[in-house]
């Protein structure tokens, strides 16, 4: 049986999936030059931030599986942000609790997280809170949480690495 990649590799591979979804938005709204997209435009946009968004929870997935043979048992993420704390290493304690809530809210939609996100004073993350449904209605993607923001992935590939790179020391 062969051995499963390293999860480094999973997070610079899910970096470089989200980077050319982000490059691609990116042309896409350089060529309509601030003009209306069109609607084969806007669909396209709407597949790769669905892109960005689905390899967002998977990696943030794999972490949590992968890592969860650190703790006994319980919520991975909670237990790794009071491992960090304990540790001195509150920036990333909040770094992982915010793409938490992120990823919860991906996964889920409005709810505890989501609120949470909306009333955190952090620069961090930019979490919506338009009305989706009347924007869907008329056709308009929408995002609780915007993956497309500069450095929204890599911030998250650099978040999930500390905290294994921390788990993997301390194990050791």
């Known amino acids: 049986m062969a051995n499963s990649q390293p999860l480094p590799e999973l997070v610079h591979a899910a970096q470089r999936s989200a980077k050319a979804s982000l490059d691609r938005v990116s042309e896409i709204l350089k060529c309509a030059e601030g003009q209306t997209l069109s609607d084969a435009q806007s669909k396209e946009i709407a597949s790769e931030t669905d ?3 689905l390899v967002s929870v998977d990696i943030f997935t794999m ?3 992968r890592m969860q043979r650190h703790f006994k048992r319980g919520p991975l993420s909670r237990k790794v942000e009071a491992a960090l704390l304990a540790a001195g290493h509150a920036g990333v304690a909040d770094r992982l609790h915010q793409y938490y809530l992120a990823i919860n809210v991906l996964k889920h939609g409005r709810g505890a997280s989501h609120r949470e ?3 955190n004073k952090s620069a961090m993350l930019v979490a ?3 009305n989706v449904e009347e924007a869907e209605s008329q056709g308009v993607p929408t995002c609780l949480i915007d993956v ?7 911030e998250l590939a650099a978040t999930i690495l500390d905290a294994y790179q921390f788990l993997e020391r301390r194990q050791s």
């Open 51 to 53: 892109s960005i968004k």
């Open 63 to 65: 972490f949590e599986a």
């Open 117 to 119: 996100l909306l009333n």
């Open 128 to 130: 919506t809170q338009d």
């Open 148 to 154: 497309t923001s500069p450095h929204f992935f890599d």
